[in-house]
Nanobody, 123 residues
């Protein structure tokens, strides 16, 4: 069992930056691939970024490449999402999730989810 708690969301002006954190409980955190997803108002939850269990491999949605960086610290049981050059269209609830296997960009591949953290970007 893995419990995930996101933090770091807030209100930011366009062009600004944020770093989201996702703290995980459980001793097996380092064996899970981790992902970040987001759900914008009126839209479906979508894949943002993912990272392998070791941190050696990362994946990004095309819409965030070059602006978002996912990383993890297995010693701290934490995964991060750094967001730069923020845009109003980045406004969403951001969720972290953990998966044992499966395709990294599919919601159905993830076994555990956090409650989400709200990110709002003002123009």
């Amino acid at each position: 069992q893995v419990q995930l708690v996101e933090s770091g969301g807030g209100l930011v002006q366009a062009g600004g930056s944020l770093r989201l954190s996702c703290a995980a409980s459980g001793r097996t955190f380092s064996s899970y691939g981790m992902g970040w997803f987001r759900r914008a108002p009126g839209k479906e939850r979508e894949f943002v970024a993912a990272i392998s269990w070791s941190g050696g491999i990362t994946y990004y949605a095309d819409s965030v490449k070059g602006r978002f960086t996912i990383s993890r610290d297995n010693a701290k049981n934490t995964v991060y999402l750094e967001i730069n050059s923020m845009r109003p269209e980045d406004t969403a609830v951001y969720y972290c999730a953990a998966r044992n296997s499966g395709t990294y960009y599919l919601l159905s591949s993830y076994d555990y989810w956090g409650q989400g953290t709200q990110v709002t970007v003002s123009s």
